[in-house]
């Protein structure tokens, strides 16, 4: 029993000393690996992983949407949402998941706010990706790609897709002009309401302030 004790200590202390160092040097060398290039299959798992994060966050905004332009009687709407980090593929798959319809049988709402149409905005570090959405009932009053044209147009940005209900731009940083997707988001959301406006399509703001009716994440605490 003596011999028996000092061994049964001994032996995991060996063991897990070199174990932990073995360890550590791997994770390190996958750390390397990691920043200087992901495999195919972790730059899969990346993509769904964030995938299901943009869908989730456009999910839950898309329900908040439903409710503030139920309760304001808006049918048009403009936000932004972070998760996208203005890729553009993101923000479609953003404004698909606002677009859902709701399942009651879920615990938590998702979407249903496809009725309502949308310009959404994400910044990222190259670029600011906008998404412009108008629901087939409402194209009669509102062409997509005219809509999307006007707020693109204040910073010079590029459609890059068209369709009746979807559509795509962006607008690239310029440091040299200033042009950063941060700083020029607020003022493109206010151009995107106030299109509207002159279509008698967005309410008029009485106030003279601008920013009232610029929804962006800090109007949804949830968030």
Avoid at 50 to 55: A, C, G, M, P, S
Wanted: proline share 5%; aromatic share 4%; with cysteine.
């Amino acid at each position: 029993k003596k011999e028996a004790a000092p061994k049964k200590e001994a032996a995991p202390k060996k063991e897990a000393a070199p174990k932990k160092e073995a360890g550590g040097k791997k994770k390190e060398e996958k750390g390397e690996e990691a920043a200087k290039e992901p495999t195919p299959e972790e730059l899969e798992k990346m993509k769904k992983d964030k995938l299901k994060k943009v869908i989730k966050e456009g999910g839950k905004r898309g329900v908040e949407i439903e409710g503030a332009a139920d309760m304001g009687g808006l049918q048009f709407f403009c936000t932004s949402v972070d998760l996208p980090e203005g890729d553009l593929d993101l923000l479609v798959e953003s404004m698909k998941a606002m677009n859902a319809k709701s399942d009651p049988t879920e615990e938590e709402r998702k979407g249903g706010s496809g009725h309502i149409g949308k310009t959404i905005f994400s910044a990222g570090t190259e670029q600011l990706a906008v998404v412009a959405y108008v629901p087939e009932a409402k194209l009669g009053e509102l062409s997509c790609k005219e809509w999307l044209e006007a707020t693109l147009g204040i910073f010079s940005g590029e459609i890059v897709s068209t369709s009746d209900t979807l559509c795509t731009g962006r607008v690239k940083t310029d440091g040299d002009k200033g042009v950063f997707p941060l700083k020029i988001r607020e003022p493109m959301i206010v151009e995107a309401n106030n299109f509207l406006r002159k279509k008698g399509l967005f309410p008029e703001d009485d106030s003279d302030d601008d920013d009232e009716m610029v929804f962006g994440d800090d109007d949804f605490p949830s968030m």
